[in-house]
């Protein structure tokens, strides 16, 4: 499990990678939304490159119970990796025992020796098998999700018509669909 609980307390945060047009910011804002809806403090940190499609992209998100610190995190509880470059830039940044996921459709690498859990989603294979593979973020969030538990499925698939953008409601169901999806994976990934 990705969070700490402490009696009834969550703490958990994840960063996501990627790049630009692999819907990194907006997989970050869903979980935030998520968290906001439970009624838990959240921290949405974005950071992206100037270049809107294929520069690097990155946000962390943080979701607890209580106040949170600082938003800033050196040493991340777990990631969402999306592509070969965000492998190489943040794998080494998480935590001893953190957990990651990674976009195996897109990174192809030996991750034996690692002092974290690695979880290999096909989330662009799984997303073009639900009708599009600008899907594949939800694919992996849903995992995410689904592993940690510190957001619903519920929570994410309501805060979707929070965050589409009204000129893109039309991807309402084939992003819930991807969810849905993610989350049978990480429950049996075999």
């Known amino acids: ?23 990194i910011v907006f997989t970050g804002k869903l979980l935030a939304y998520a968290g906001l809806r439970e009624g838990k403090q959240v921290v949405f940190y974005p950071s992206y490159g100037a270049e809107m499609r294929g520069g690097a992209a990155s946000c962390t998100v943080i979701v607890s119970d209580s106040i949170i610190p600082s938003p800033i995190i050196s040493s991340p509880q777990s990631e969402i990796l999306m592509s070969y470059p965000a492998v190489e830039k ?13 976009n195996s459709s897109l990174v192809k690498k030996n991750f ?10 096909p989330a662009n294979r ?28 519920e929570s994410l698939i309501l805060s979707l018509k929070q965050v589409l953008s009204p ?17 049978r994976f990480a429950s049996n990934p075999n």
């Open 1 to 23: 499990m990705v969070s700490i609980r402490q009696e009834d307390n969550v703490y958990s945060d994840v960063l996501i990678a990627g790049f630009g047009g692999q819907g």
């Open 90 to 102: 943040f794998l080494s940044c998480v935590k001893k025992e953190g957990y990651v996921v990674v």
């Open 112 to 121: 034996r020796g690692k002092k974290v859990r690695i979880l290999e989603v």
């Open 126 to 153: 799984i997303a073009e098998e639900l009708g599009t593979v600008r899907a594949a973020n939800m694919i992996t969030l849903g995992v995410w999700a689904c592993i940690s538990q510190v957001v619903s499925l």
């Open 167 to 183: 000129d893109r409601l039309a991807l309402l169901k084939v992003n819930e669909n991807s969810l849905r999806e993610g989350w």
